[in-house]
């Protein structure tokens, strides 16, 4: 081949001129591959022989075949008329001269799942803060909740940010959000509210309790149920932007009644006293408001 090779070199030019118009020029601002780094498709068909292969059969006096199309030893190529097409990824992976990364191994314990797990191993902390018999206990409980809110928009944003979603976290995590939230309402129905103009009152705060934790269970069979069935149905019940509205409000009116929890003088208690359980209210009726759209969406999978 190397006696020949001013005849190959002939044949690799004649090969470019007749090979060129088959694919398109690339427009992504790369130089575009050789004919011998492009898969060519023709009619379904694969062109196997590189331009190399193909010169050196030409040398060799033998005719080359594909398809219908012959061209014997010393004649000038034609265009085919054939409709040609390469793998745009391929193309570029071979002009890049560089193979495609390995497929990144997903893991369950990510830094988000871990900081879910971490807000739910806090609630017997928060527990054991609320009975310390200790000046120390408000602040705690408090503080320990606070980190917990703040651990539910943080792993959410690191998620996705580094990339790390999993099913077990997008399980785990609202899962936590409503212990912690249940575990927190259940403490505070046993006592009045300590300051405001409700100060002494000791139904309310259990009143909305009930219908909190009311409306999660029956979202928990909803879903349950619609996941049977499957296709719209399980779609209507999809989390929306409406359940983390109910969740800030939640989580905002639970440590505003902390802070109001033992009573006191001060303006942060006093007004504490007032926007807690104005809050509470609210996020209570997002709740219930959240389950009556929820219900009408999956009505008519009901009556079917």
């Known amino acids: ?13 004649a090969i470019t001129r007749w090979s060129a118009p088959l694919c398109a020029p690339s427009t992504s601002g790369r130089s575009s591959p050789s004919i011998s780094q492009l898969p060519l498709q023709c009619h379904g068909s694969r062109l196997h022989q ?7 059969q030409s040398l060799l ?3 080359i075949l594909h398809g219908q199309h012959a061209w014997a030893h010393g004649a000038s190529p034609q265009m ?3 409709s040609c097409r390469a793998s745009s990824s391929q193309a570029q992976d071979s002009s890049s001269g560089s193979n495609p990364p390995p497929p990144s191994t997903s893991s369950i314990m990510t830094i988000p799942t871990l900081l879910t797990i971490a807000r739910v191993v806090a609630i017997p902390f928060l527990v054991a803060a609320w009975y310390w018999q200790s000046p120390w206990s408000t602040p705690t409980v408090t503080a320990i909740f606070i980190a917990a809110s703040l651990t539910d928009w ?3 944003y690191l998620a996705r940010k580094m990339n790390l979603n999993s099913k ?3 399980f785990l995590d609202p899962l936590a959000d409503k212990l912690m939230v249940a575990a927190l309402l259940v403490l505070l129905s046993t006592r009045p509210l300590a300051a405001g103009p409700w100060a002494g009152n000791d ?11 009311g409306r999660e269970i029956s979202m928990s069979g909803l879903r349950e149920w619609a996941a049977t069935l499957g296709g719209a149905a399980r779609d209507a019940v999809a989390v929306n932007s409406m359940g983390k509205w109910k969740t800030a409000a939640q989580m905002t009116s639970l440590t505003l009644l902390l802070v109001a929890r033992d009573g006191g003088s001060s303006t942060l ?3 504490a006293g007032v926007a807690g359980p104005v809050l509470l209210l609210v996020a209570t009726w997002l709740t219930v408001h959240s389950l009556v759209v929820y219900l009408k969406a999956l009505w008519p999978h009901m009556q079917s």
């Open 80 to 82: 085919p008329s054939w």
């Open 1 to 13: 081949l190397r006696l020949y090779s001013p005849r190959i070199a002939s044949m690799q030019s």
């Open 269 to 271: 208690v006093q007004v």
């Open 168 to 170: 077990f976290g997008a």
């Open 50 to 56: 590189k331009p190399a292969a193909l010169a050196a």
């Open 61 to 63: 006096g033998r005719p």
């Open 203 to 213: 139904w309310a705060v259990p009143a909305m309790t009930l219908a909190i934790i």
């Open 154 to 156: 943080l792993d959410g």
